[in-house]
């Protein structure tokens, strides 16, 4: 991501890569909206590729909101370079679709792993919608009710968490420091109360970037090499990810 002179922490201005197309021009439904569009908004996504297909099959079954394939899409486009294993954790999953994508695009992705308290009915509905596309998906796809706290990964796993409230991302980032896996945070709903550092750097900083700066540093400290990026601002403001994976002994400094 390229960031302004002056503006180091931005997440503004953000290009689409899943769908560039949105770069260019723009449907007349928000790219935030929170509803489920029907077929006029399925012709945005008219292409032969894969990505259109499935966001058709989404779209079709009125799955999630449309703000949650844009977000989902966008996300995995930001963390699969970095973030991969043979396991991936999607944990506070809520519908999953993040790290559906993964089973659905990478052939060495052979299961993927959804952590929540509780399992929504989208789950359901995500799954068989992609399933009409890439019918191999199903079969890797481990669905778990329950607390992420005292989760025990197993060795090569990529840990993913989309939104997950407040505290939620730190609990997901000490599952992964736990088992050393590479991971994907977009986080949301900072507290004031949960900020890790002075309150100088939130006065300074802002809040979000203050505690974010803080899990940064956390991931560094561990002996992870760290990037941010983001994905587009049109979808949520809260969209700074960060991304962390554990440091090869012999990779450069």
Sequence with gaps: ?????????????????????FNRERPALGFASR????????????????E??????????????FKEILESFEFFERSRGHVRAPVVADLCSGHGLAGMLYGVFHRDV?????VDRVRPPSVSVCLEALATVAPWLPAKVD?????????????????????????ATDAILDVALRAQASVAVLPCCHAKALLPGPATLGNALGLAAATD??????LHSAGYRTRWTAIPEAITPMNRVILGWPESPTADS
Excluded: K
């Design 52 to 65: 259109d297909r499935l966001a058709r099959a989404l779209l079709d079954a009125r799955a999630v909101p």
């Design 143 to 167: 669905v778990q009710e329950r607390a992420i706290e005292d989760l025990e990964l197993p060795d090569n796993s990529a840990v993913l968490g989309v939104h997950a409230c407040g505290g």
């Design 35 to 50: 509803s489920r569009p029907g077929e006029w908004i399925a012709d945005w996504f008219g292409g032969d590729g894969i």
């Design 1 to 21: 991501m390229g960031l302004r002179p002056g503006h180091a922490l931005s997440t503004a201005d953000v290009a689409f890569r899943a769908f560039r197309r």
């Design 110 to 114: 052979d299961r993927v792993l959804l």
């Design 213 to 218: 700066v803080h899990r940064t540093y956390r």
